[in-house]
């Protein structure tokens, strides 16, 4: 594949079915933090990943705190994909959440139905059985 978005990225599909797929790439991080967006002036300095060059107007996250973000979309085992991004925010300043429950992201990785498979088929992608934990610890 001839896209420089992509060159030695790790991506992590948090969505698979008959419209496509949607992932984020979980190796590359963002030239600014969270509390640099004006939205989020007021947060902690919290670090932001490059999710894809899809809507970078927009922020995506996962996370492993079910019990304290609602929401969510279990994706798999103890990960779960979105809720209320201004909580999940109020709750690292807090210290209730840290690195290890969440990564935030800004924009996507999309597919339309059967263009990943193709892309996979003619090599521009190696599938890899990674512990979805270890995102969290980038």
């Not at 809720?83 to 909580?87: F, P």
């Given at each position: 594949m001839d896209d420089p978005n992509f060159e030695e990225v790790t991506i992590l599909l948090t969505e698979y079915n008959h419209d496509g797929a949607t992932g984020f790439i979980i190796n590359k991080k963002f030239h600014r933090r969270l509390n640099e967006l004006e939205e989020f002036k007021s947060y902690g300095n919290i670090p932001l990943y490059e999710g894809g060059p899809v809507d970078q107007e927009h922020l995506y996250f996962i996370h492993r705190r079910p019990d304290l973000l609602k929401d969510g979309q279990l994706i798999y085992e103890d990960?779960?994909?979105g809720?209320?991004?201004?909580?999940a925010v109020a709750l690292v300043d807090e210290k209730m959440i840290g690195p290890q429950d969440i990564k935030i992201w800004i924009g996507y990785c999309g597919w339309a139905y059967g263009q990943l498979e193709a892309e996979i088929e003619e090599g521009s992608w190696q599938l890899v059985d990674k512990k979805i934990t270890s995102v969290f610890h980038e």
């Open positions: 990960v779960f994909f809720g209320d991004l201004h909580q």
